[in-house]
Structures are given as structure tokens and as C-alpha cells.
Nanobody
């Protein structure tokens, strides 16, 4: 059984920083692309940033220059460093990972439970 567990560190006001973490655990053989999404109230879920297992990254225009995605492959952990936070960054943040479980022959998509980030002005 594979699961992704998110955690967050830090208090947030506009301009502050916060780091999200997402740890994959269970019977894992390999983790491919890992991604952060977010969903604000009344809006569709949107991609925030993605990182391949080779370290290539991609960001939404709205977070470029402020957010940094990274991963620790030895720990199967994904991070999102969020700087210069704005009220419009308020959303539930979800991590997603393509994981090849032991004994499987295809990658499956797994989601974290979601973490509420609220940025006050």
C-alpha cells in the first residue's frame, strides 16, 4: 500500500514564507514525476509546479520566481518552498506522484490528503 502524507511548516501572512512537504511511503519501487497542485475556493484544481525524477522542473506563471519545487529521492519526499506569499496563494495544496509499486508493472497516480494554506493580507 502506497500513501502520500503532506505536512506544512510555518505561519503565513502576506510576504512570508512557508514550506510544504509530501512524503511517499509504502511498498515503493520507483517514483517518477512529482507535482504540487492547488485548489482555491470555487476554482478548479491547478498545477503549481512539477519535478521529474531527473530534477527537471516546471512552474505555473503565477508562482515563478517565488516558489521552488524540489525532491529528495532517497526519502521519496517532495517539497515546495513558497516565498513572498500573496493572499491569492490561499488554497488547498495537494501533492501528486507517479509511483511504481513493488510487484507492479505500471506507474499509478497517488494523491496527498491536501493541506490548507491561508495567506492573510
Amino acid at each position: 500500500q502506497v500513501q502520500l502524507v503532506e505536512s506544512v511548516v510555518g505561519l503565513v501572512q502576506a510576504g512570508w514564507s512557508l514550506r510544504l512537504a509530501c512524503a511517499a511511503s509504502g511498498s515503493i519501487f520507483s517514483v517518477n514525476t512529482m507535482t504540487w497542485y492547488r485548489q482555491a475556493p470555487g476554482k478548479q484544481r491547478e498545477l503549481v509546479a512539477t519535478v521529474t525524477n531527473g530534477g527537471s522542473t516546471n512552474y505555473a506563471d503565477s508562482v515563478k520566481g517565488r516558489f521552488t519545487i524540489s525532491r529528495d529521492n532517497a526519502k521519496n519526499t517532495l517539497y515546495l518552498q513558497m516565498n513572498s506569499l500573496k493572499p491569492e496563494d490561499t488554497a488547498v495544496y495537494y501533492c501528486n506522484a507517479a509511483i511504481l509499486g513493488r510487484g507492479r508493472n505500471y506507474y499509478e497516480s497517488y494523491w496527498g490528503q491536501g493541506t490548507q494554506v491561508t495567506v492573510s493580507s
